[in-house]
């Protein structure tokens, strides 16, 4: 088996888990890539386009997957300018081939520079740097600064495309240069893994840290996997650690002894007899509310490059509500918000929701969610600042009123609507719906907003967001039901 080239990337699995790497190359068809991931690496793309679009002199080393080519275009640039800025110059030193997302060549003196979509410098940049460091030095280009380029998340767009101000920099040099004894270990046991059979590792922590393996399932395929996992205690790392050491792996063969918060303990004693939990007071916390009463849910759209003027990177930018009604003779109506012009939608939709939910009576939401976002409606239009506070004072979360009063077994340790839901009512399940949760949502909203997108499009695409978070209100408003009846709810 010949060796494969190595890369930065393949490096950087490798240290997470040697059979990541032996998948990644060897068998990328057993791999399954999220929609969270995809979106990572597509926000990824663009910020590094960003970057590029701020330095308009730099040349970017464009051979399609034409390695060999990258390197040699790569070299002439460097060898026939004094100065220059390259983008994705490919180098290569011991079969470890690396790209640049930023290169300054002055004078013979290069400068490093690493674009990132986080809003931080994190622990795992820190041996991406360290790795192009040594190919480069390896290749006869030492740098004499490395930097890390990342989101600063107080920038304000003043529109108009100008983005200067959107990256921070970080000084790397000092911390990649202490790492370099360690690469060309790294690099050797990497080699060693692609050079031998296909590493029989346990699951465990490095399954998810530092990223999601795409190969989870293939690893965990035939493994008998308890129904009810000590894990699924809710923040219960420490206790689940414990059970695992005594050989507890399910949560049905625990000792209520072993379990030292009440959460815990009615967890358990529902998982135990198989019988859901509910505590009959509840009834009377939601009954104590007037009417009419709203449930309230907002979807939201964050981008990492900013597109509206007057707002920040990452920042939650509501485009869409939905408002079940409930009134005191018990009817139920229903309103909605829905901007998908992609003119920044934030102004009409805080009026249209003041004129909605009125003055009285308790806006009811899932989570902290909805008050967050009120307050930052808030922030960018104060002058409806003192009627958004108003909606804001009347909000009720039902999320810890049901953590308090509510367990059913099937839920497994999660109170989120769509573990809760199936339990209470499970027609309003989100199965036949186009959008199912909320980063489908944000997809959606995108391919709605987008040049291109034809009115008959957009139109099916409307109709398929307002269903979405309509059903999301009419969840909401069965939870609160199903609650306020706790003290005559019969369930199985």
């Known amino acids: 088996m010949t060796n494969p080239r190595l890369s930065k990337t393949k490096i950087l699995l490798g240290m997470q888990c040697p059979r990541r790497l032996y998948l990644e190359v060897y068998h990328p068809e057993f791999a399954e890539v999220s929609e969270e991931t995809e979106q990572i690496l597509a926000r990824g793309n663009d910020v590094g386009q960003a970057a590029r679009d701020l330095l308009p002199k730099g040349i970017l080393i464009d051979t399609g997957g034409d390695l060999g080519r990258a390197l040699q275009e790569t070299s002439d640039h460097l060898s026939?300018?004094?100065?220059?800025?390259?983008?994705?110059?490919?180098?290569?030193?011991?079969?470890?081939?690396?790209?640049?997302?930023?290169?300054?060549?002055?004078?013979g003196t290069i400068k490093l520079v690493e674009v990132k979509s986080t809003t931080l410098v994190k622990p795992y940049h820190i041996p991406d740097v360290a790795v192009q460091f040594w190919v480069l030095k390896g290749a006869g280009y030492e740098p004499r600064k490395v930097e890390l380029a990342y989101i600063d998340n107080s920038f304000v767009y003043p529109g108009n495309g100008d983005y200067q101000g959107l990256f921070t920099k970080a000084d790397m040099t000092e911390e990649v240069l202490e790492l370099q004894r360690e690469i060309p270990k790294w690099v050797k046991k990497c080699k060693q893994v692609l050079r031998g059979d296909m590493p029989s590792i346990e699951v465990g922590d490095q399954c998810e840290s530092p990223f999601d393996c795409p190969f989870y399932s293939y690893c965990t395929e035939g493994t008998t996997m308890p129904e009810y996992p000590v894990g699924l205690l809710p923040w219960g790392g420490k206790t689940a650690e414990k059970l695992l050491e005594l050989g507890i792996c399910d949560l049905r063969d625990a000792k209520e002894d072993q379990l030292s918060k009440p959460l815990h303990r009615k967890v358990w004693?529902?998982?135990?007899?198989?019988?859901?939990?509910?505590?009959?007071?509840?009834s009377a916390e939601i009954r104590?509310?007037?009417?009419?009463r709203y449930y309230l849910d907002f979807e939201t759209i964050a981008f990492a490059i900013p597109v509206w003027a007057g707002t920040r990177p990452y920042q939650q930018i509501p485009f869409q509500w939905s408002c079940h009604i409930e009134h005191q003779n018990g009817t139920v109506e229903h309103k909605d918000f829905l901007d998908t012009t992609g003119d920044l939608p934030v102004k009409s939709l805080a009026e249209c929701l003041i004129a909605t939910v009125g003055s009285k009576g308790p806006v009811y939401s899932y989570g902290a969610f909805e008050r967050t976002m009120i307050n930052a409606i808030s922030e960018m239009l104060p002058g409806l600042?003192?009627?958004?506070?108003?909606?804001?004072?009347?909000?009720?979360?039902?999320?810890?009123?049901?953590?308090q009063s509510y367990y059913h077994p099937a839920m497994k340790g999660s109170w989120s609507m769509k573990s809760v839901l199936p339990t209470i009512a499970p027609s309003l399940n989100y199965d036949s719906l186009e959008v199912q949760h909320g980063g489908m949502a944000q997809q959606a909203y995108l391919e709605a907003t987008a040049h291109g997108t034809?009115?008959?499009?957009?139109?099916?695409?409307?109709?398929?967001?307002?269903?979405?978070c309509g059903r999301d209100t009419e969840g909401l408003f069965a939870i609160a039901r199903f609650l306020e009846n706790a003290a005559a709810v019969q369930i199985s």
């Open 454 to 468: 034809t009115a008959e499009r957009q139109r099916a695409i409307r109709e398929n967001l307002l269903e979405y």
């Open 288 to 292: 104590k509310h007037p009417y009419p």
């Open 80 to 107: 026939r300018r004094k100065n220059a800025t390259l983008f994705e110059a490919a180098f290569e030193h011991q079969d470890v081939l690396i790209k640049a997302d930023i290169l300054h060549s002055r004078s």
């Open 385 to 403: 600042a003192p009627k958004l506070g108003k909606i804001r004072s009347r909000i009720v979360d039902l999320l810890p009123i049901a953590r």
């Open 269 to 282: 004693r529902a998982t135990k007899t198989g019988k859901p939990e509910i505590d009959p007071a509840v």
